[in-house]
């Protein structure tokens, strides 16, 4: 199963990507023909103002990132992080709407308080990921210690096992939250109950990966570098559901944490400061990358 998927991915993620598109396109008109015609829609197809037409995008979005995740357990460690910042990212994006959204209908020191605290955050983020992205060009290049992991049948088995259990329980929650949010099941409709069962996944899989690693690998830079992502994938976990000004910070401070882990990963192999920071000064030509 976890195979196929393997193989259509590019497919799969073009039809995401475009569903994201169209599901945005039909916001839009149910929006119009609510507000402007007096159309009579169920409220669950009708968004409240231009800003929450495109919250429903950015949903189908984070189901691509999610089906990219699943799919990106077989690449290196770094890009795995990389896909759950991005996925974080989504997130935080489209609290930005929910709460212009929100700005539009009432005015309150409060919302626009939540309004800055996820807008900076949002940009901190952006830094994050571009950071991030550096360092898997530039510094950790490899898998860390995994390679020894895909050398023993049994964890190789494992890890497959793993993998398309994990990649089963997405699709589930996928498929739930979707339709019952078209059968107008209350509470459905990949909210905040759809981050957190997102979430929790990750995090079990991400303790189950760190234990594998540390089977055959005992060096404590790798323990350390395998933790700071589970720390991270917990803090986002459990503070999905706390108001923007108390998460933001927790989930921005979580990932500070993992792209220091990762910044000093030359460091604690033997290279120095300097050598990481000149690594990350300017981004590779991926053109010039493709071409080596």
Do not use: C
Request: glycine share 6%.
């Amino acid at each position: 199963m976890f195979n196929f998927f393997l193989r259509h991915e590019k497919t799969i993620t073009n039809w995401l990507l475009w569903l994201a598109f169209i599901v945005f396109v039909i916001s839009i008109v149910s929006f119009v023909l609510g507000a402007v015609f007096n159309v009579p829609l169920p409220s669950r197809f009708v968004p409240t103002s231009l800003f929450a037409a495109i919250a429903p995008a950015i949903s189908v979005l984070l189901v691509y990132e999610l089906f990219a995740l699943t799919l990106g357990t077989r690449g290196s460690f770094v890009s795995f992080v990389h896909r759950e910042f991005e996925i974080i990212s989504l997130i935080v994006l489209r609290d930005v709407f929910k709460q212009l959204d929100n700005l539009s209908v009432h005015v309150t020191n409060e919302l626009l308080l939540d309004l800055v605290v996820i807008s900076v955050g949002s940009l901190i983020l952006y830094f994050l990921v571009e950071v991030l992205e550096r360092i898997k060009q530039q510094i950790v290049t490899g898998n860390l210690d995994q390679s020894q992991v895909g050398t023993s049948k049994v964890m190789i088995g494992i890890s497959h096992v793993v993998e398309t259990v994990m990649l089963i329980y997405f699709i589930g929650i996928v498929l739930y939250e979707g339709v019952g949010w078209l059968l107008g099941v209350s509470g459905l409709g990949f909210s905040t109950q759809f981050l957190e069962l997102v979430f929790a996944g990750l995090v079990v899989y991400n303790i189950i990966n760190l234990f594998m690693v540390l089977i055959v690998s005992h060096t404590y830079e790798t323990l350390f570098e395998h933790s700071a992502l589970v720390l991270a994938s917990s803090v986002v976990f459990i503070t999905l559901s706390e108001p923007p000004h108390i998460s933001v910070p927790m989930v921005v401070g979580a990932l500070v944490f993992v792209v220091i882990t990762l910044f000093l990963h030359g460091f604690t192999r033997g290279e120095t400061l300097s050598w990481s920071f000149t690594k990350i000064k300017r981004k590779q030509d991926k053109s010039r990358k493709s071409k080596g």
